[in-house]
């Protein structure tokens, strides 16, 4: 058992996580708080909006990461940090062994190629002014990859290859339906032939019958380009089926972490727990015998998360250090299976 | 049991700019006292708007109820004048909403807007009213009940907002409680915690529920029977065990194979089964059956006649299904999606 001080050599040696062992993206320590103002004229900055508060990970390359939580505990904010979307407050966060949280200007643009993100919401992430070639063309014509003779034939060959007609490329987002739009939106993350992707709720906006079709989509892909995801989503089911490893948030941390099967069958975390027995199963013989852990109460505020274990106020089994003690730290328990509670030994 | 609902060949359309929306197509079904129906069905399906049509809340114009009957406890819903059915709504029937933040008033009180159907449907007084909405909120298990009756939605958290909602649904002691998608808005603990406060009070009241959700996981768990609904229609009905069980139409057997499962090693199935193409325009008048274009299984006439709801072959009296084709035997064909722009 080691404790958590994450050096990269730590983790690397797990390669039993990983497919091959090879770190695309390496997380340390990083922290975004966003500021809560008060005043109208003359803004004070009253606290803090801890959204994601010290977390440390690896994605190797060629894995899929499953990114699980409620809503507000930072997950999303966790994923737009990585790619620098928003500037970490503190921490490091390195791809392929370059650091992006000091990068700047140009040298980040430069990065950006190498990193996209496919939103959740594909009615609001594409600009309903603008062609699906202009919207798909976009990423080409600002990091000039294609030269502009060839950018109608390689747009249409992107179409074809999320399974859009390459007939539709003069139409406009209005004329698709949720699960095309989502494929338009994909699309334009692999214009610049990305190694990394973040997958920000991906699914969650569209109908049942269209989820399966947008997630086998992105194992082809992934496939087919040698992509890396970090694929946020509360929906733990679809989670197991396409990720190979899970990290567990709450408020603002990771809770548990390790490869996707043994997390589900082997939870460590109070919380991790919980979640996994609400998850309902669609299959009534199944339901009847399960057994539910009914977590009380609500999330805390990140604005002002508890004292101790920022779980102890909803823990079915928290013990009295749990609510004076600091946060417990990230402890890898079995060979790439983390947890961070004091209970587990 | 007692039959405590029977909708008859229900119509629902909106005449709206874009053309008229056919958004329930005959539907039809009893419900017995005291069951749980679950009601599943993706964005336009017509499973909310047959709600509302129930509840006469169907916004008109656009929208219009054209055909059917709701008998509920001898009378027809439907036929009832506005004034009457006002007495009905909240009272006999409540309805729990997806979003508790817009359904709640945000200028008044949780208190006063509890005690409004108390005072309105069983004439209690101010301070019996009070009192009874106090017992109402411990009961959906909110602490500290007396004094938060005092707050506003704003002060509550969104799985608290719900069992608010809970709590003046059941204020009048309903016979039928409808729930459109109440923990869909929800995180997945604090919907735990909603359905178990659900089951618990349904032992309580003893009152019919139609739980109306795109999730079979949650039906799985709560329902005596499901109904799937899709294009307007019912495509099969039948008890909870023999619609996941013993399957009879192609677009359940679709939806459950295409769903993961939680309790399924990943990498088992390399991918996930899907359903070809998209749900259907609900603009466009329907013709024969709404899953046609979609089905594996479709034959000639499948684009011309509508199949009658009625029992399987060999299945239980009570189940039944919308489909021309017997599952157990025929053979599925590969479905060429339409390149259609919706």
């Known amino acids: 058992m080691s404790t958590v001080a994450p050096t990269i050599d730590t983790q690397t040696q ?29 803004q004070r900055t009253v606290g803090h909006v801890k959204a994601v508060d010290d977390v440390s990970f690896d994605v190797y390359r060629g894995e899929t990461l499953g990114l699980v939580g409620e809503s507000g505990c930072g997950k999303s904010t966790t994923g737009r940090t990585i790619l620098q979307l928003y500037r970490p407050t503190a921490g490091s966060v390195q791809f392929e062994g370059q650091e992006l949280s000091t990068m700047k200007g140009e040298e980040l643009r430069k990065m950006r190629k190498r990193m996209q993100m496919i939103f959740q919401d594909p009615f609001a992430s594409l600009n309903p002014r603008m062609s699906v070639g202009r919207i798909v063309s976009e990423p080409l014509r600002i990091h000039k990859t294609v030269p502009r003779n060839q950018m109608q034939e390689f747009v249409e060959n992107l179409l074809e290859r999320v399974g859009l007609n390459p007939y539709f490329i003069n139409r406009y987002p209005h004329e698709f339906s949720g699960g095309q739009r989502q494929r338009i939106g994909i699309a334009r993350a692999l214009a610049l032939n990305p190694s990394f992707i973040v997958a920000d709720e991906p699914i969650s906006a569209l109908d049942v019958s269209i989820q399966a079709q947008v997630v086998n989509l992105l194992q082809e892909l992934q496939e087919e380009m040698n992509l890396t995801y970090l694929f946020i989503a509360h929906d733990l089911s679809m989670v197991r089926h396409i990720c190979n490893r899970v990290a567990v948030m709450y408020l603002g941390k990771i809770v548990e972490l390790g490869p ?19 998850v309902p199963v669609p299959d009534p013989i199944v339901e009847k015998q399960r057994q539910r852990i009914i977590l009380t109460g609500d999330v805390p505020s990140p604005a002002n998360p508890p004292i101790g274990c920022n779980f102890n106020t909803r823990c079915p089994v928290a013990l009295e250090p749990c609510f004076h003690e600091p946060d417990p730290p990230l402890i890898e328990h079995t060979p790439g299976h983390w947890a961070a509670c004091h209970r587990v030994l | 049991m007692e ?52 509840m006469g809340l169907i916004p008109s114009p656009p929208g219009k109820v054209e055909n059917g009957e709701v008998i509920f406890r001898g009378r027809d819903l439907l036929k009832l004048p506005s004034d009457e059915m006002r007495l009905v709504r909240g009272a006999e029937i409540a309805m729990v909403f997806q979003d508790p933040m817009t359904s709640l008033n945000p200028v008044l009180t949780i208190g006063s807007q509890i005690t409004e159907a108390l005072k309105l449907h069983k004439g209690m007084s101010n301070r019996e009213a009070n009192h009874r909405a106090a017992e109402l909120l411990e009961l959906v298990g909110i602490p500290d009940a007396a004094s938060r009756l005092n707050n506003y939605p704003h002060q509550f958290s969104g799985g608290m907002r719900q069992r608010v909602m809970i709590a003046m649904a059941l204020s009048c002691d309903p016979k039928l409680l409808i729930a459109d998608e109440p923990t869909t808005a929800l995180d997945v603990t604090i919907q735990a915690q909603i359905i178990e406060l659900v089951k618990r009070l349904k ?16 039906v799985a768990g709560i329902s005596d029977n499901i109904q799937v609904m899709y294009g307007g229609r019912i495509m099969e009905r039948g008890s909870v065990e023999a619609v996941f069980g013993d399957t009879r139409h192609p677009y359940t057997l679709g939806l459950l194979e295409s769903l993961p499962r939680l309790d399924e090693e990943s990498g088992v199935r390399e991918k996930l089964h899907q359903i070809e193409g998209s749900p259907p325009d609900m603009r466009i008048e329907p013709v024969g059956c709404p899953f046609a274009p979609r089905c ?15 029992p399987g072959e060999g299945s239980e009296a009570n189940h039944l299904k919308a489909c021309w084709v017997d599952v157990r035997t025929a053979e599925p064909n590969p479905v060429v999606a339409e390149e259609g722009v919706a």
Not at chain 1, 30 to 39: A, D, Q
Not at chain 2, 203 to 218: C, K, N, Q, R
């Open chain 1, 260 to 278: 996707t099967d043994e997390v589900y069958d082997n939870p460590l975390h109070p919380y991790t727990q919980a979640l996994l027995s609400a």
């Open chain 2, 296 to 310: 594996p299984y479709v034959l000639d006439k499948c684009w011309e006649q509508q199949p009658p709801l009625e």
């Open chain 2, 203 to 218: 032992e309580e009241f003893g009152m019919a529920i139609i739980w109306i959700t795109h999730d079979l996981g949650v």
């Open chain 2, 3 to 54: 039959t405590l609902m029977e909708v008859k060949n229900l119509v629902t359309r909106f005449y709206t700019q874009e053309g008229t929306v056919y958004a329930v197509n005959d539907v039809s079904y009893v419900l017995e006292e005291g069951e749980t129906l679950g009601v599943v069905g993706e964005s336009g399906s017509g499973k909310s708007v047959h709600a509302l049509s129930i």
């Open chain 1, 14 to 42: 797990k390669s039993s996580n990983g497919k091959d062992g090879d770190v695309l993206v390496s997380v340390r320590g990083l922290k975004k708080h966003f500021p809560i103002t008060s005043g109208i004229i003359l």
